[in-house]
């Protein structure tokens, strides 16, 4: 997310309100004494924490997500019962550069227009690089990002990363300009090659990760890359175009957030904030107006302007204009749109594969996406938000049932078709007394006042374009902001950042998921699904708090040496240890006091089982919260996001989005701060230890 593309309007009308949050609203008094001090009392005898957990649960030893080439859900050994976290957590920082723990080191890594080959000129400082060195480059802004070993390697790998979206401003020499009231081809086409996915070839030598100049690995997928449209939605009259008449094909991925991985081993890449880079200055349909389509008179970018260019090349700017002008659907660009919205499947191992766009798993602002620990013989279920504010959490359950043997498969998008074209979407709604439940997004499923989906909606490919709409109408909860998942490696528990949501008001109300008015500060919920049901327990685990505010604000408890706010990025290490990264300087909009205390950071800890505590929460509380540790801080406005390690955990990888002034001219050392004005990059950086010990313990 961020200063450029977040988008603050409520686009949820339907504002659900379960019989438990009303009961919720009329015991206020209760609500603030359970988040506060006595929660911390409450909680102190079910201990949140694995550091205080003696009751850490074996489970199977599975897969934690395509950690080989051929990734199999192979051993993947428990967490050792004695895994502590090794290092002090570090003071706040306001330093416009990284910093990280004593003993440990941090390179940059592939920064923006970094080339991935030979058919781009290197990056140039003064931003005169051209549409087709951005093709061949590093794209912007990075975001979501996993590291898939070579034949088990933790020195050599391929890193796919998300490049969510732009800066304008340091992408060209002097910003973005108009002629004539139009954006000039070249500049578009920047743009565009500067959206999308790398996909690229490292390999640690000397102690330094570097990327394999001309790897046959290495490619790029932007916003115009031609992609496919698989599942329910997948050739319908939907997604008809002039580029594809028969609906099966959409050029581009955009505004790629979080991302997700699979048990087969390919890398699932979440389209976001893709919808205002639309206009429609027509009449908007209604999920047009639901996912936030622009109503003109331009899309975010006006890349739509350039059309009619005389290098434009199948309607290239054209289909951002999705105003319907012509006979039909092929006569325009009115569903060009519909191609976008969902998680995309891309096989890093096979440079030659086509990504895919899985349309079963739901249409809306996909934050991420974390699987379920695999279970043979049982279908595998996909976790996924959609960040805006009061909108929801989404779980896709596959048709198929695991069958182990399919990880070692090398036709993995074939798997992905397998697992992920059927199934059925679901929507969490989540009850005050610690329950929840999956409603699912079927047909034949009650409306919150009455009738059933299909009474809405005809068909699944209608439900599906219509996600929000849909999840309306069943009474799902509305959450604030939901970004990142991530599951716990050996007790499956699924965990969900709530990034913030300043709109919750006295008008909005609160719910149990979400109790805090004016959250400013968000934060991190967990559930564990029932097996082979609809229903999960769920408590919060954290809440993001500076620490001078009050007990109500600070329910968990925090200090100085671990307050934070708006956390985003989520990450499970295969040891068991929680990875949060926060995204609250620019996007928090200073609102909070953690935004004047430090830079945005990343902060570990070793969560105990959800089955172990009682209640709603807080897990992390006054009583146990020094073990949440923060391991690192980035530089000045730089949002932390993307987590990654290698399988034997002596590197990590993460991304610093959005920086102002970094990194410094001339050095690998992401610790450096510039003394002159730079032009910003964002960039992967990797941490070691200094002596090559595994990270954090
Ligand atoms: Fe792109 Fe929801 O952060
Ligand atoms: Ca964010
Ligand atoms: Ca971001
Ligand atoms: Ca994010």
């Known amino acids: 997310m961020s200063k450029h593309i977040s988008d603050k309007t409520v686009r949820n009308a339907s504002q659900n309100t379960p019989f438990s949050e009303i009961l919720e609203r009329s015991m206020t008094r209760r609500a603030v004494m359970r988040g506060g001090l006595a929660a911390a009392l409450a909680t102190m005898s079910s201990f949140g924490l694995a550091g205080c957990d003696s009751s850490s649960t074996g489970g199977n030893s599975t897969d934690n997500g395509g950690e080989n080439p051929n990734p199999g859900p192979g051993p993947d050994p428990e967490p050792p019962a004695s895994v502590k976290l090794g290092f002090e957590s570090l003071p706040t920082s306001m330093t416009d550069g990284c910093v990280v723990p004593p003993g440990y080191i941090a390179h940059v890594l592939a920064p923006w227009g970094t080339p991935i080959n030979d058919n781009a000129l290197p990056w140039d400082k003064n931003g005169n690089n051209s549409s087709n060195d951005l093709l ?134 979440a389209e976001e904030n893709w919808a205002a880079c639309f206009v429609n200055t027509g009449i908007r349909p209604p999920h047009q107006q639901r996912v936030g389509v622009s109503a003109g008179p331009v899309g975010r970018y006006q890349w739509e302007t350039a059309a009619k260019d005389p290098s434009e090349v199948l309607g290239e700017f054209a289909r951002f204009n999705v105003t319907e002008t012509g006979a ?277 800890v070793i969560p105990g089982a959800l089955a172990d505590s009682s209640g709603t929460g807080p897990a992390i509380n006054a009583s146990n919260q020094s073990d949440l540790r923060r391991f690192f801080v980035g530089p000045n406005e730089a949002e932390i996001t993307g987590f990654s390690m290698t399988p034997d955990h002596t590197s990590l990888f993460l991304n610093i989005q959005h920086p102002v002034n970094w990194p410094a001219y001339d050095t690998h050392d992401a610790t450096v701060v510039s003394m002159n004005t730079v032009r910003p990059r964002s960039s992967t950086v990797v941490i070691q230890r200094a002596d090559g010990k595994p990270i954090a313990v």
Not at 159 to 167: F, G, M, R
Not at 199 to 211: E, F, K, L, P, V
Not at 475 to 501: C, K, Q, V
């Open 136 to 269: 061949n480059s590093m794209g912007m802004h990075h975001d979501g990002m996993h590291f898939f070993p070579l034949e088990g390697s933790s020195t050599e790998g391929l890193l796919a990363v998300n490049h969510e979206y732009i800066d304008e401003k340091a992408l060209h020499p002097n910003g973005p300009t108009l002629v004539n009231g139009k954006r000039p081809a070249e500049e578009v086409r920047k743009e565009i090659n500067a959206h999308g996915v790398a996909i690229i070839h490292i390999r640690r030598t000397n102690g330094r990760w570097d990327i394999v100049q001309n790897s046959r690995y290495n490619r790029r997928f932007t916003s115009a890359t031609a992609m496919k449209l698989a599942g329910p939605v997948g050739g319908t009259d939907w997604v008809k175009t002039p580029f594809s008449p028969n609906g099966t094909q959409v050029r581009g991925t955009n505004n790629n957030c979080g991302n997700g991985t699979t048990p087969w081993g390919t890398y699932i890449t």
């Open 328 to 604: 039909s659907a092929t006569e325009d660009w009115r569903n060009e749109v519909n191609g976008f919205g969902y998680l995309v499947e891309i096989d890093p191992y096979d440079p030659s594969s086509i990504a895919t766009k899985r349309t079963s798993m739901g249409r809306f602002a996909h934050e991420g996406c974390a699987y379920s620990k695999p279970e043979a013989g049982k279908p595998l279920a996909f976790y996924s938000g959609d960040d805006s504010r009061f909108e929801y959490v989404y779980r896709f359950v596959s048709e198929a049932n695991w069958d182990p043997k399919d990880a070692q498969r090398t036709d993995r998008l074939a798997v992905g078709a397998k697992y992920l074209d059927k199934g059925t979407l679901y929507v969490a709604r989540f009850n005050e007394d610690g329950s929840g439940e999956w409603l699912a997004l079927t047909g034949s499923t009650k409306g919150k006042d009455g009738g059933t989906l299909a009474d809405k909606f005809k068909t699944l490919e209608e439900i599906l374009i219509n996600t929000r709409g849909a999840a309306d109408f069943v009474g799902a909860t509305p959450m604030d902001r939901p970004e990142w998942t991530a599951t716990h490696p050996s007790n499956g528990d699924i965990y969900l950042t709530l990034t913030n949501n300043t709109s919750r008001n006295a008008s909005t109300g609160t719910n149990p998921a979400n109790p805090r008015l004016n959250n400013v500060n968000g934060h991190i919920i967990r559930w564990h699904d029932e097996p082979g049901s609809n229903k999960f327990k769920w408590d919060i685990f954290v809440f993001g708090s500076d620490s001078g505010a009050d007990a109500d604000t600070n329910r968990s408890g925090l200090t100085d040496l671990n307050q934070l706010a708006s956390p985003d990025g989520l990450g499970f290490d295969s040891r068991g240890i929680l990875w949060i990264q926060t995204d609250n300087g620019i996007d928090g909009g200073r609102k909070n006091n953690v935004a004047r205390a430090t830079n945005d950071q990343m902060l570990a």
